[in-house]
């Protein structure tokens, strides 16, 4: 039997408000990513993964579901996602949405029924309701911490105006953690895939996939309370991350998945390590692919780098798995900044006016190395919006214009992701750089938008998207994503291995280095004028 489709692609993802504007209400919507579609068949990915669209107030982005079987009027309807979804298809592309499992919105029929309802009643069994502590019921039930700031729990106040218990929001007062142990919401939730799936969709990508069932004491956490906190393989595991529970859930969703005609697929977004852990949840039975986060947090360093390649292909090897690989997402600073700041590793929760800045032009010169190191690995890649266009993170952002819940929950000391999810450039000329046909942009663009415009790269030998669109192809050419690693050098400066047909060298010194016999195929620099591979350049050489 052939692989399926997913253990090779490469999937763009798509911020739906921040990709394209058909409407002129500066938000980014679901016609202006239909009529964009060419772009990303032109580009030759394989799939896009949309961020989610569905009714929401908006209180983080989306994330907040007050619906999942509709489409939020500011994103279009769902005759918009119908007409998408054949469009992508008549183009060759897959379709991959967002599902939101581990909290809906304060907003949602069941939370406002849950708050209009006694303690005890079955509205509130749908959530994680607790009294409180002391002997007024004043303390939160725990000392859990929310990833966004501030405490993981919010007091009601009852119908009778007293107060009341406290619910559990891991993220924002506005997201509610759902109780799994309820098999209510695990019925609801099978529903919800059958509904998309009915509709055409290729897979789901599941938000906070560690995070959906809670130890049963929900005991104290004295750690900092971060999303990827206490995962490490000499700590135990915190009491509402990675617990053993959720594997029972996606095996049962793998069932209704492997029902339908066709490959639709599951993707874990697990921050979970070490890498052991994460490859549980694509065992043959489960999800299908989960992004590798150790990947993305890793240092742009050739021992750190051969390091996390080789632990993730030996983990997913060991469960049958195709291997995936990210550098950027809506989450995290894009890459082409994060290498370029001083400090390697980790992932800076926003940058903004008054923090040390990148130097921007050495990140792009990383990112675009780290790019085609990246594409040459055997298994999945995923990108991101703007990638393709070298575009850098909007390190000056005006704090006024923030919109990210981190910014005010951490009082105004984590900046958060706003920056990476300004909306992208299209045209260089054009109101809002062709976001939409007006100047409207619900975050800012700054004015270096014009020199990574689409139309300024198009057809440019060297720049990013070209970069980026020759890589593509060469790598389904030479079916990269479906070969295996061998490694030919791993020292201190250079990284080089061949998959397939093509030799990969990456140099991480800080002296040009010979490239590999062969025929140069690919570079993501110029090579210097004696022909060696320059410091922080990835070449791609066709065995001699």
Same mark, same amino acid.
């Given at each position: ?364 010169? &990383?990112?675009?190395?780290? $790019?085609? #190191? ?11 919006? /703007? *990638?393709? @266009? ?107 291995? &061949?998959?397939?047909?093509? $030799?990969? #060298? ?11 016999? /062969? *025929?140069? @195929? ?23």
């Amino acid at each position: 039997m052939a692989p399926g489709w997913w253990t090779e692609a490469v999937i763009y993802q798509i911020y739906p408000r921040s990709f394209a504007d058909s409407d002129s209400d500066g938000i980014g919507d679901l016609p202006g990513i239909t009529a964009r579609l060419g772009h990303l068949a032109e580009l030759g990915v394989d799939a896009v993964w949309l961020s989610p669209f569905y009714p929401s107030p908006q209180a983080d982005a989306g994330y907040d579901v007050a619906d999942y079987r509709d489409v939020d009027p500011l994103f279009g309807s769902l005759a918009d996602a119908d007409r998408l979804i054949a469009e992508a298809r008549a183009k060759g592309l897959k379709v991959i949405v967002d599902l939101v499992p581990n909290h809906t919105s304060s907003a949602h029929r069941w939370f406002r029924a849950a708050v209009a309802a006694a303690p005890g009643s079955p509205e509130r069994g749908r959530y994680i309701f607790r009294d409180g502590l002391g002997p007024d019921g004043a303390e939160p039930p725990n000392d859990w911490q929310s990833v966004f700031g501030g405490p993981a729990w919010t007091r009601l106040v009852e119908p009778d105006g007293r107060p009341g218990q406290w619910y559990l929001h891991l993220f924002d007062t506005a997201q509610p953690d759902l109780n799994w142990d309820n098999p209510e919401i695990r019925a609801e939730f099978l529903d919800v895939l059958r509904f998309w799936l009915d509709r055409g969709v290729d897979g789901f990508r599941v938000d906070v996939a560690h995070g959906l069932i809670k130890q049963a004491d929900l005991a104290n956490w004295e750690e900092p309370q971060e999303i990827l906190s206490g995962n490490e393989a000499d700590k135990p595991r915190p009491p509402m991350w990675d617990q053993d529970g959720v594997h029972e859930v996606y095996r049962e969703w793998r069932r209704v998945l492997d029902s339908y005609d066709g490959d639709r697929i599951l993707v874990a977004e697990a921050w979970v390590e070490p890498a052991e852990r994460i490859a549980r949840y694509v065992r043959p039975d489960e999800m299908h692919q989960a992004f590798n986060f150790e990947y993305l947090l890793a240092a742009w360093t050739a021992p750190t780098q051969y390091a996390v390649i080789t632990r993730s292909l030996e983990a997913t090897d060991a469960v049958g798995a195709p291997t995936t690989w990210v550098l950027s997402n809506h989450d995290v600073i894009r890459h082409a900044s994060r290498l370029g700041l001083s400090a390697q590793g980790g992932r800076p929760n926003g940058i903004g006016i008054g923090d040390p800045q990148p130097d921007a032009a050495l990140g792009l010169r &990383r990112g675009r190395a780290a $790019t085609l #190191l990246m594409l040459a690995l055997p298994g999945s890649a995923y990108l991101y919006q /703007g *990638e393709e @266009l070298g575009l850098p993170e909007h390190t000056t952002l005006p704090d006024e214009s923030r919109q990210d819940p981190t910014w005010e929950r951490s009082g105004h000391t984590q900046r958060g992701r706003d920056g990476c999810r300004v909306p992208i450039p299209w045209e260089a000329d054009a109101p809002s750089y062709g976001f939409g046909p007006t100047d409207a942009s619900w975050l800012p663009q700054p004015p270096l938008w014009a020199e990574y415009a689409l139309d300024r790269q198009r057809g440019v030998a060297g720049s990013t998207y070209e970069t980026y669109r020759t890589a593509l192809r060469l790598r389904r050419e030479h079916a990269l994503g479906r070969g295996t690693l061998e490694w030919l050098s791993s020292g201190d400066e250079v990284l080089s291995f &061949r998959n397939g047909g093509l $030799t990969v #060298l990456t140099n991480f010194g800080t002296a040009a280095v010979p490239p590999p016999a /062969g *025929e140069l @195929l690919h570079s993501s620099a110029p090579l210097d004028a004696d022909g060696r591979v320059p410091t922080d350049v990835t070449v791609w050489v066709r065995h001699s």
